[in-house]
């Protein structure tokens, strides 16, 4: 169930919640300081402003003429402030570290009171667009276009998955924007990665362990090679595969004998990619997989026609009891989510505005005819086409609900 809460005058940058002042949202390029004040930067004169979140009258001004320009501010306190010129700045005050990334594809995680590095990420094969830290956990994901990256508080790769529908490998209208966690309880396995791309989906996410088959690689990010190092790298590549030819026939011919190979380690073990010279990660026995469990396009998503203004997703925020979900898009509207009494999902219903007539009989609804959606397809029907009930197993409603003909006839026949 979705609800609308407010509207800013430009795309929402932040969520904070509270239980004195509630929900409050602010637009990009700016950061809530304390309770009722924000900093605000991105003007042309490159200063720094504050004020209070009900009034847009700047009470302080700190010119920054000596200092390069500001493209992301996050706040530690009420009193510690970390600037930067990169593309996320995140703080983690829960493990008293920052993540900082940059548009040279680097993440670099520093020590939030001592202010020195503590780890950098491996490379990302393309410029980082959002960053977000597990309060609980400590786990930090990270994207880059629509690949979605799951690290844990050590530096590990613990899954990568692309968020892109269509056929393309990396699509661009499908950029991720915004991701978040869900931190109700540490030992919830149900906790998931939520993330808000350009194209108006909020997609969520669940890291599951499973065993692998065979199919399923550890995660690993491919690196990207710049244009004059491409014909190096395969000079290097051959080179190294002679050598070890002529190593492999020298043993050969001067001792019969052979000494038996130490065994792989499980952690460790890497097969050789001939074709680009790259050792990759085998396939372990368990592997992590992100696997997505819901998407969210009601009056966002492009790719719905009966999305009369849709926009891209720029925050996320879970509620404080994790009883609905908070989403921020790019024209400032701030909707809520909500989870169903019968726990069942109302994404893909079509909107009242859009239908002015029953999908099956073609009925003309006056004002006193009551819309009715089919619970399996989401199609609004008058109440004569919708009379018939069923249960939705794929839905995990196990009560019958009303449905249309064509849905009872075809989940009957499943049964």
């Known amino acids: 169930?979705?609800?609308?809460?407010?509207?800013?005058?430009?795309?929402?940058?932040?969520?904070?919640?509270?239980?004195?002042?509630?929900?409050?949202?602010?637009?990009?390029?700016?950061?809530?300081?304390?309770?009722?004040?924000?900093?605000?930067?991105?003007?042309?004169?490159?200063?720094?402003?504050?004020?209070?979140?009900?009034?847009?009258?700047?009470?302080c001004i700190h010119e920054m003429c000596d200092a390069?320009?500001?493209?992301?501010?996050?706040?530690?306190?009420?009193?510690?402030?970390f600037c930067g010129s990169s593309t996320g700045c995140v703080v983690c005050s829960a493990h008293a570290f920052v993540v900082s990334a940059s548009r040279d594809c680097s993440v670099i995680l520093w020590?939030?009171?001592?202010?020195?590095?503590?780890?950098?990420?491996?490379?990302?094969?393309?410029?980082?667009?959002?960053?977000?830290?597990?309060?609980?956990?400590?786990?930090?994901?990270?994207?880059?276009t629509t690949l979605l990256h799951l690290w844990s508080i050590n530096g590990d790769l613990l899954a990568v998955v692309n968020t892109c529908d269509s056929n393309i490998i990396m699509d661009p209208s499908q950029m991720i924007l915004s991701?978040?966690?869900?931190?109700?309880?540490?030992?919830?396995?149900?906790?998931?990665?939520?993330?808000?791309?350009?194209?108006g989906v909020v997609k969520i996410y669940s890291c599951v362990m499973m065993e692998n088959d065979g199919s399923v690689e550890a995660p690993h990010i491919e690196p990207q090679l710049k244009p004059g190092a491409s014909s190096s790298a395969?000079?290097?590549?051959?080179?190294?595969?002679?050598?070890?030819?002529?190593?492999?026939?020298?043993?050969?011919?001067?001792?019969?004998?052979?000494?038996?190979?130490?065994?792989?380690?499980?952690?460790?073990?890497?097969?050789?990619?001939?074709?680009?010279g790259i050792e990759r990660p085998e396939c372990p026995q368990y592997v992590r997989v992100l696997m997505q469990r819901a998407a969210l396009t009601v009056h966002t998503a492009f790719n719905r026609p009966d999305n009369t203004h849709p926009a891209p997703i720029?925050?996320?925020?879970?509620?404080?009891?994790?009883?609905?979900?908070?989403?921020?898009?790019?024209?400032?509207?701030?909707?809520?989510?909500?989870?169903?009494?019968?726990g069942g999902r109302a994404d893909h219903w079509v909107q009242d505005v859009a239908r002015q007539r029953c999908t099956q009989c073609q009925h003309k609804f006056s004002i006193a005819d009551r819309k009715h959606h089919c619970r399996n397809c989401g199609q609004i029907f008058c109440a004569k086409c919708s009379r018939f009930e069923s249960h939705i197993t794929h839905?995990?409603?196990?009560?019958?609900?009303?449905?249309?003909?064509?849905?009872?006839l075809r989940l009957g026949a499943q049964t």
């Open 314 to 342: 720029t925050c996320l925020a879970p509620s404080r009891d994790h009883k609905s979900f908070l989403v921020g898009d790019g024209i400032g509207r701030l909707w809520c989510w909500q989870a169903g009494e019968d």
């Open 179 to 199: 991701i978040t966690f869900s931190t109700m309880n540490e030992w919830d396995s149900d906790n998931v990665v939520v993330c808000g791309t350009s194209d």
């Open 234 to 276: 395969s000079v290097h590549a051959r080179l190294d595969r002679v050598r070890r030819r002529l190593k492999v026939g020298g043993s050969q011919d001067t001792s019969e004998a052979h000494s038996p190979e130490p065994p792989a380690s499980p952690k460790m073990s890497t097969s050789y990619d001939e074709s680009e």
């Open 111 to 144: 020590h939030q009171s001592e202010l020195y590095l503590i780890r950098q990420l491996p490379l990302h094969p393309s410029p980082v667009s959002a960053v977000a830290i597990n309060d609980t956990t400590g786990d930090i994901a990270t994207s880059c």
């Open 395 to 408: 839905m995990r409603i196990s009560r019958p609900v009303r449905v249309c003909q064509n849905c009872f």
């Open 68 to 81: 390069d320009e500001l493209t992301c501010i996050a706040s530690g306190d009420d009193r510690t402030l």
């Open 1 to 59: 169930m979705l609800h609308y809460i407010l509207e800013l005058r430009s795309a929402v940058g932040s969520i904070y919640q509270s239980e004195r002042t509630g929900v409050i949202a602010l637009e990009q390029n700016k950061v809530l300081i304390g309770s009722n004040r924000y900093i605000a930067w991105g003007f042309p004169d490159r200063s720094i402003r504050m004020g209070q979140i009900d009034s847009d009258k700047s009470s």
